[in-house]
């Protein structure tokens, strides 16, 4: 290590590893298609009023800012803004010189009709917007949101992939629950789309006229539909993809890509999405009533074992309501409860529920989200069994699962993928606030939780413009549902991608592959 | 079968027949080979609980072991850690109970259908003739992937359901031999005798018209153990019994890092079928004098 020629050898890849990044930051790469594959063809690529299409939104449409890593707002739309100081006025001063892809020119109008039309039409825009009484614009490049309360998560919510700014004079006509098509894809972002073939493939081109100049580097991102997991990985392996999120190939199979000449694999988190998988009980189960029942359940289930062999070790533990996704909102304090099959039988004991000759105490019935892995369902259900609980699951496509749960409440456990998305606000109250519990609406409170004290924390939380005010009342939220058991929270899985190892730039922020694409290049 | 029908049955030299149909499928090796093969897989199936008392889809090891690895899961372990031997023993059962129970409810309504269509003849026939049709122009796997994920997918769903696309075979060859037979002297000369239809056709009928039946019921077998792997290969099986569907299809995911999850109940389900099959044919060589002694 100490030789001379080791130092100069060292020095000089000290060196050249200083100048690579330079020299890539120069000179970006003009050109090339990107192949991008989705697991579903969703029924528009905008996110105006459809939660499935976070990905391909912002190549279209963008939004008033964008975010990095850490959620810190980025001009976009937007160059500057502020709030004024009793928190009801957010002031966005707008770019100029920025045309939709129509020619038309963009304006604070265009703002203030996506801003109240996100609030009517967009399923979580409902929540996030409820404040909003009026969108002022004093002139053409200045649009003024006006609430009626302070709402805190607002600033994270403006981002493309979630509230997409569209052109007034497209969608003024346009129906608000219809989903965009084609004739309305139409909005100020780097790609415009150039063809849509249904059941197979969507075509974006560069935007010329990108107001971020001389963004878009690519020609074209191809956007391709394929629902069939060894498809994709076969799509892969051929060539035939460039990138692709949320675990685009089996998880079983991520070790081989690990080492792939031509592949990565990117397991970086991304704050705006915020996945969580949980367990709510059915607190209108008699038997589930009881708390120790409830909390015999949560000992009877080991997360890490869940994390290592269900996720091939692609998740992380995530005990609390709030996502340890969401770190700045994530109590450390709340731990999982310790897995101990001992512990479990003596709570069903002690609640009264003997082991019947069978080995069976009481029977349940175990429903997923069929957005989950099937497994994850099977090593509950085991789990379970193991400690004399009879659980049984069912298969069942995604409409019957959501009147199962939701309409029917024909269920004592389910398995959740409640995402936290960027704001507890926004993506946990929903699950545990007691005037959430709303028969026939999806991914409600579905336990049918209600604490005073929680619904107070939530309330107060939902209103608190001081950051640290904020977290201490979400702390004490998390410890309270950590104690009284109404979910068992289980990981927060990684959304993997894949990625050709030479673009770059894929998901530089906050949004992963929600990300705009404008800055993607391919290096040599 | 000429010779045997053309007979008053009470004549009829049934266990003659019978002995002679016997020693003709003894004869055949293949037949006698694939028989032993399948009243292993049965013993295997009934003596399920007392090979492997624990539940078949516990996580009793650690995942991804190989057959061979650890002697006590001489198969190895799946993605979970179920023992695969485990899963093997255990899914005969349904995959059996299945095959079976869906060709019986297949073959009688096939049989009642068939049989009032083919001896009844005139509106009757026709009316039953164009509901075998409905069946018979849908596609019958669609039909039960429609069927099953209308029901919520259970033993009890599948069986009815695999019945349900499986009777329209039997009934048309039923209804094809009653059509034939109910022209034969034996039947006249019973109708003669005052028999009620009833009686003519389950005791005077159908008994000349079983071989072909029972030939195509074990084909039946073979076809509803594939149907329901399938179903369980596409996730519509029972999520809380394992069968060798279901473990092919939890297995595929990994079909390039362990194949072996695939291929254990791959085999089996390969090798049930195919004895299925030779015993089909062997008994359609049995059964059918003129066949066998053309040969």
């Known amino acids: 290590m100490k030789s001379p020629v080791f130092k100069a050898a060292a020095a000089l890849l000290v060196g050249a590893a200083l100048l690579a990044p330079a020299a890539e930051a120069q000179q970006p790469k003009h050109g090339g298609t990107l192949r991008f594959v989705m697991k579903y063809e969703p029924p528009t690529l905008s996110a105006l009023n459809n939660t499935s299409t976070p990905t391909t939104s912002a190549k279209v449409w963008d939004g008033l800012v964008t975010y990095d890593a850490d959620l810190k707002p980025l001009p976009m739309l937007a160059t500057s803004w502020s709030l004024s100081p009793d928190g009801l006025q957010y002031t966005f001063s707008l770019r100029e010189g920025v045309t939709f892809h129509d020619g038309k020119p963009f304006t604070s109008a265009d703002v203030a009709f996506s801003i109240l039309r996100l609030k009517a039409g967009h399923p979580r825009g409902r929540g996030t917007f409820a404040n909003v009484t009026e969108v002022k614009t004093p002139d053409a490049k200045t649009a003024v949101i006006v609430l009626s309360k302070p709402s805190p998560y607002l600033m994270v919510a403006l981002g493309p992939s979630e509230s997409p700014i569209v052109p007034k004079h497209v969608f003024e006509s346009f129906d608000v629950a219809t989903p965009p098509g084609p004739p309305q894809h139409i909005g100020t972002g780097p790609f415009v789309l150039k063809e849509w073939v249904r059941g197979s493939h969507a075509v974006l081109d560069r935007n010329p006229n990108y107001w971020d100049k001389p963004k878009p580097y690519l020609d074209r991102v191809i956007v391709r539909f394929m629902p069939d997991a060894a498809a994709r990985a076969a799509a892969f392996e051929a060539g035939d993809l460039d990138l692709g999120g949320l675990a685009p190939v089996p998880l079983s199979d991520m070790e081989r890509y690990k080492n792939h000449p031509r592949l990565a694999v990117d397991t970086r988190s991304f704050a705006y999405t915020g996945a969580q998988n949980q367990i709510f009980f059915n607190l209108d189960t008699p038997i589930l009533k009881e708390k120790k029942v409830r909390e015999a359940i949560a000992h009877a289930l080991d997360l890490q074992a869940i994390v290592d062999t269900v996720f091939y070790g692609y998740a992380k533990v995530s005990p609390s309501p709030i996502s340890v996704a969401l770190s700045t909102w994530y109590d450390p304090a709340v731990q999982p409860r310790k897995f101990d099959v001992n512990i479990a039988n003596k709570l069903l004991d002690e609640a009264g529920h003997p082991r019947a000759a069978n080995g069976m105490r009481f029977p349940l019935r175990l429903l997923f989200n069929p957005f989950i892995d099937a497994r994850l369902a099977e090593f509950v259900r085991q789990s379970l069994r193991r400690v004399g609980i009879d659980a049984t699951t069912q298969n069942l496509e995604f409409g019957a699962y959501v009147k199962g749960v939701y309409t029917d409440r024909a269920f004592d456990l389910t398995i959740e993928s409640l995402t936290n998305v960027f704001d507890p606000t926004v993506g946990v109250q929903r699950g545990y606030w007691s005037k959430n519990f709303r028969v026939g609406l999806p991914f409600s409170n579905s336990a049918h939780y209600e604490n005073p004290e929680v619904d107070r924390l939530l309330e107060a939380a939902a209103v608190e413009v001081d950051p640290a005010k904020r977290k201490e009342l979400f702390s004490q939220f998390q410890r309270i549902v950590h104690a009284d058991v109404p979910s068992v929270d289980l990981v927060s899985p990684l959304e993997v991608i894949i990625a050709n190892k030479k673009i770059r730039n894929y998901a530089r922020g906050a949004e992963g592959l929600g990300d705009n694409f404008s800055d993607v290049h391919f290096v040599d | ?295």
């Not at chain 2, 095959?99 to 269509?117: D, N």
């Open chain 2, 1 to 295: 079968m000429t010779t045997a029908t053309e007979r008053v049955p009470e004549a009829m030299p049934e266990s003659d027949g019978a002995w002679r149909s016997l020693r003709a499928f003894l004869r055949n090796p293949s037949a006698v080979i694939a028989s032993l093969f399948l009243v292993f897989v049965t013993l295997v199936a009934i003596a399920a609980p007392l090979i492997y008392p624990e539940d078949p889809l516990s996580m009793v090891t650690r995942p991804f072991l190989w057959p061979g690895q650890n002697p006590q899961f001489p198969l190895g372990s799946d993605t979970l850690g179920r023992d695969v031997a485990a899963g093997l023993v255990w899914g005969s059962r349904i995959s059996l109970i299945i095959g079976i129970a869906a060709m019986a409810l297949g073959v009688t309504i096939g049989i009642v259908v068939g049989a009032a269509a083919g001896y009844f003849g005139g509106r009757i026939d026709d009316a039953l003739v164009r509901l075998v049709e409905i069946f018979q122009t849908t596609p019958s796997f669609l039909m039960l992937i429609v069927l099953v994920a209308i029901a919520e997918p259970r033993v009890e769903s599948i069986t009815v359901g695999i019945a349900l696309v499986t009777w329209p075979t039997i009934a048309r060859l039923v209804r094809a031999e009653f059509r034939s037979l109910r022209e034969k002297d034996f039947v006249t000369a019973a109708r003669g005798l005052g028999y009620g239809h009833l009686r003519i056709i389950f005791i005077e009928i159908l008994p000349n018209a079983l071989p072909p039946i029972i030939v195509t019921s074990s084909v039946i077998v073979a076809s509803a153990i594939l149907m329901e792997s399938a179903l369980a290969f596409m996730g519509l099986g029972d999520p809380n019994r394992i069968s060798w569907g279901s473990m092919i299809g939890a297995g595929r995911e990994t079909l390039r890092t362990a194949w072996y999850l695939t291929a254990v109940p791959g085999v089996a389900i390969v090798l049930t079928v195919l004895a299925l099959n030779m015993i089909g044919d062997a008994l359609n060589d049995a059964l059918n004098p003129r066949l066998s002694s053309e040969r």
